[in-house]
């Protein structure tokens, strides 16, 4: 690989009014060419000449890092009342690492969704050992999304921090 790599990454998403969406997305399927020709635009045009497309990193990657660079807003937000609610924002489909729950402490958890407002129950949780807790992002879903817990009866709440 080059030095300084030129790259592209691409992701366009169109939702329709019956609700289906359709994503376009940059991959290794893509071809280039240094030169336009005649008629490329066209789903008639024959790109087999092309060179197919690399994969140099993964979104985020090194050497060109996420758009618009690292901010405090990159990953999972997380707020809350003490020993009544906790609430984190996630905003990207990924599972994430809520720590401080307390040495095997129960709690109720569920995932709400920002788009459509739905909410779904999860079984009751308990903390590992540690007082941490892995939670999957929610199936079939691909943007953000906010986890409540919330102490079983008679559980002991502490400080939260999460992480992915």
Not at 12 to 17: H, P, Y
Not at 78 to 89: C, D, E, H, K, N
Not at 137 to 143: A, I, K
């Amino acid at each position: 690989m080059p030095a300084n790599p030129a790259g592209l990454i691409a992701c366009l998403e169109v939702r329709f009014a019956d609700g289906e969406t359709l994503r376009l997305m940059s991959d290794a399927t893509w071809r280039s060419a240094k030169d336009s020709e005649v008629g490329w635009e066209t789903t008639s045009y024959d790109d087999s000449g092309w060179s197919p497309a690399q994969t140099i990193a993964s979104y985020g990657g090194p050497p060109w890092d996420k758009i618009g660079g690292q901010s405090e807003f990159d990953g999972p937000q997380a707020a809350g009342i003490a020993g009544s609610v906790r609430i984190v924002w996630v905003p990207r489909s990924e599972p994430i690492l809520v720590r401080n729950l307390g040495s095997r402490a129960a709690w109720t958890a569920t995932y709400f969704d920002p788009v459509n407002g739905g909410k779904t129950v999860l079984p009751p949780i308990h903390a590992g050992d540690d007082g941490s807790w892995t939670c999957s992002s929610p199936v079939g879903q691909d943007h953000d999304w906010i986890l409540i817990l919330e102490p079983k009866a008679g559980a002991k709440a502490s400080a939260l921090k999460v992480g992915r």
